[in-house]
Nanobody, 121 residues
Framework: QVQLVESGGGLVQPGGSLRLSCAAS????????MGWYRQVPGEERNLVAT???????NYADSVRGRFTISRDGAKNTAYLQMNDLRPEDTAVYYC???????????????WGQGTQVLVSS
């Protein structure tokens, strides 16, 4: 069993910054990917950013240059630094973890409970 605990969401004015955190715990042998996705009511959940075991990153075009994803391997924690926030960034942000419990097992996927980000003046 793996748990993800997200924090850092909230209300911010346009142009402001927030930092999201996602801490993973439980039966984790290796983390393949950690990432952030976001969803607004009535729409699909979309990728924001991912980071793999080699710290290679991938970003949605809409956030590239404004958001930065990072990982602390020792803490099994991923961060999403969000700068220059815009009203269209308003969404529920979900942490995503892809991991293995042992070297020979398949990759498991776990989602966090979501944290609300509201960008408004």
């Amino acid at each position: 069993q793996v748990q993800l605990v997200e924090s850092g969401g909230g209300l911010v004015q346009p142009g402001g910054s927030l930092r999201l955190s996602c801490a993973a715990s439980g039966s984790i042998f290796t983390i393949n990917y950690m990432g952030w996705y976001r969803q607004v009511p009535g729409e699909e959940r979309n990728l924001v950013a991912t980071i793999d075991s080699r710290h290679r990153t991938n970003y949605a075009d809409s956030v590239r240059g404004r958001f930065t994803i990072s990982r602390d391997g020792a803490k099994n924690t991923a961060y999403l630094q969000m700068n220059d926030l815009r009203p269209e960034d308003t969404a529920v942000y979900y942490c995503n973890l892809k991991h293995q419990r042992s070297p020979m097992e398949r990759v498991y996927e776990t989602w966090g409970q979501g944290t609300q980000v509201l960008v408004s003046s």
